[in-house]
């Protein structure tokens, strides 16, 4: 008796933690509640679709709102776009192969035809669902391309009823998605674009904090390693495994009309980039860490290069903090600048005492700062 | 007239290079396009079913097939499953909430009580898809609840041609479906266990190939750091972001049954494990490669480290390699004991030598050890 009760009673415990780590989340299901409920009822009173009883009309249009409503405005619009695309080409296509087949063919030979066509339609549309760049957007467009063809050239329906057929359809998917992208938009909108934007300038700011606590902690002379609060040091190994859901939210960004700060067509390739050279940051700090975990310096040694070091650290650490904010605000802070000119001036000082040490960070940062001004 | 063409020859290259690299995505497409053809034709040839023109039976059968199709056994499987039992479930409870409302309410009330209850469901089982656990394996199910219980519990119908329609529906769901899952284990079967096995096994080999040539390479005395070739060096950083595919794999591999080497409830927890702990020390091989690029060592140091550090590279690549063999054919080989202990003899050597330097490796390769056992 005791398991299903701390089954229910766990999952109660998740969906509270879901509700305050993301509100929003919260928010879009009552928004698919409504918008499934508002177009079922729509087609449950409106008696010019309802003669058609539950067939055809209304059981597409809440199907279409049910598989189409996505979390973000991107992945909906997406949804639809494709949808709708997807299902007109195959409809035009399907009545027409219907016709040929219909003119051409005896009765024997129809069937073989029919069959034919659908398995190569099938077989070519599926391979072209493998290539990358395809599959990145079009992959749902290509499933109901599939889908519609083959219902289409299959039904056994003479030529007026199928093209009657097929507009019924593509209407009722428009009407469908046509709800789904307003329910979205109007109530509580959540877009791809600026998740991403918002992923890329915390992710720049945990590498901030990262260094930062690294100059101010590591580096100190009288530090025992191992008693170490190594809390910061966690804040970017997160980071290392960010890439799957960047690229999928960039795929998401790029349906988005222009909203809030940015414009339809905001260079959102640009984040990977900047993405992928943080998350090499973050590594190289994960190799910095590592070494100096292991390496034990001699207290006079590691007085020589501390105090460059530690400056040079967190005046990284703040260039990258401000870097963030002003990636959040979109407003150019002019003393990130002077930060990063202290941070190589100490590079500078460190590299003539020693004239080695990785000063990976360092290199990195100056890659990341073009690349940074681009985006934002 | 240049750019379509140009694209269209791209693509002709893009498919090429897929036939090339997986075969078996080509032998996919056909098995998708002959099961769709011939579930699709059976429907147009049987009159029981075709009686009913387009509307219900064919087209939800059909539908499935598309839908439900996928590359690896384990997906469709999944799919197929979550497909059946949600549509089951939906709708013995849309059945169940038509019956109430009819024997309840007046017909004012009615669709209130309806639209509401949709609501209702279709908010709450939204809200359980951002559950990561039941996301990782119901998601579709769920879904696919949400669409049929909305769609029977607002369909205009008296409560038994609900019921019929109910139960038509989880038929051809059914046959879809198995037409879906005979395709796909008969011909030419695509186990994402296997894959997810051959990934780890391959990613460890790489990991092993890295550090063999670190060894050999990296560490020999007259080495000219620019110049080196760096190729070995690029196979562990796929590595590093193959984890999004393993958590996929893993999720699909739970739901096939018993296959060649692997059987029901093979531990697939474990390769998440072997995964982490392989990318941990891939990440570590970086740091160790971005540690040794920038330090510029006194010949006489390096003279004095070389031996053991070679020594424990390459026993430790070979060891890692040897791994991976046994892992891809299941057998254990007896002489990978002898490889790790020489390479910690050497780690030995080497620490007693500097007392220092970072052996991450080592410690690594002590933790992958007994979990690659357990799995294999």
Redesign the interface.
């Known amino acids: 008796v005791k398991k299903p009760v701390s089954k229910v009673y766990s ?1 109660g415990s ?2 509270k933690k ?1 509700a305050e780590d993301d509100p929003r ?2 928010v ?3 928004k ?3 918008a ?3 177009v ?2 729509f ?3 409106e008696p010019f679709f ?1 003669y058609e ?4 009309s ?2 597409w249009a ?2 279409t709102v ?2 189409v409503f996505e979390f973000s405005v991107g992945a909906t619009l997406g949804k639809s776009v494709n949808r709708g695309i997807a299902t007109f080409l195959a409809g035009s296509l399907g009545v027409g192969a219907h016709k040929l087949v219909n003119l051409s063919g005896s009765d024997k030979l129809q ?1 073989v035809v ?3 066509s ?7 549309a ?2 072209m669902r ?2 990358p ?1 395809l599959k990145a957007r079009y992959d749902y467009g290509i ?1 109901i391309f ?2 519609t063809f ?2 289409i ?5 003479r030529d007026n009823e199928v093209l009657d ?1 097929a507009i019924t359809r593509v209407t009722t998917i428009l009407i469908g998605g046509a709800a789904a992208i307003l329910f979205n938009v109007v109530i509580c909108p959540v877009w791809a674009g600026e998740d991403l934007h918002n992923l890329v300038a915390t992710n720049i700011e945990k590498l901030g904090i990262s260094l930062e606590g690294y100059g101010n902690q590591y580096l100190k002379l009288d530090v025992n390693l191992e008693e170490l609060d190594r809390t910061f040091l966690e804040e970017y190994k997160c980071i ?2 960010s ?2 859901i960047e690229v999928n939210l960039v795929n998401l960004a790029k349906w988005e009309p222009r909203h809030g700060k940015f414009r339809y067509r905001h260079p959102w390739e640009q984040y990977l980039k900047i993405g992928d050279l943080v998350r090499d940051c973050a ?2 700090i ?3 860490n ?2 100096l975990s ?3 310096m001699t207290p006079e040694g590691k007085a020589r290069i501390q105090e460059p070091c530690t400056k040079m650290s967190v005046e990284c650490g703040c260039a990258l903090k401000e870097l963030a904010l002003s990636m959040k605000t979109m407003i150019i802070y002019p003393t990130t600048d002077s930060h990063i000119l202290k941070a190589k001036a100490a590079a500078e000082k460190l590299r003539s005492i020693i ?6 960070e360092e290199a990195e940062l100056r890659q990341l700062l073009p690349t940074t001004r681009v985006a934002s």
Do not use: E, Q, W
């Not at 009883?53 to 055809?56: A, N, T």
């Not at 004239?355 to 990976?360: D, E, H, K, N, P």
């Open positions: 999952f998740d969906m879901i989340k919260i879009h299901s009552i698919v509640g409504l499934i409920a508002l079922s009822l087609y449950y009173f309802h009883g539950f067939g055809v209304a059981m809440v199907l049910v598989v069937p029919l069959g034919l659908v398995f190569l339609i099938a077989a070519i599926t391979s493998f290539v760049k499933l599939i889908l083959s219902l050239s299959v039904s056994g329906y057929m290392i495994h890439k799957a590594i190289n994960d190799a910095l590592t070494c292991s390496c034990i004239r080695s040490g990785s000063l990976a």
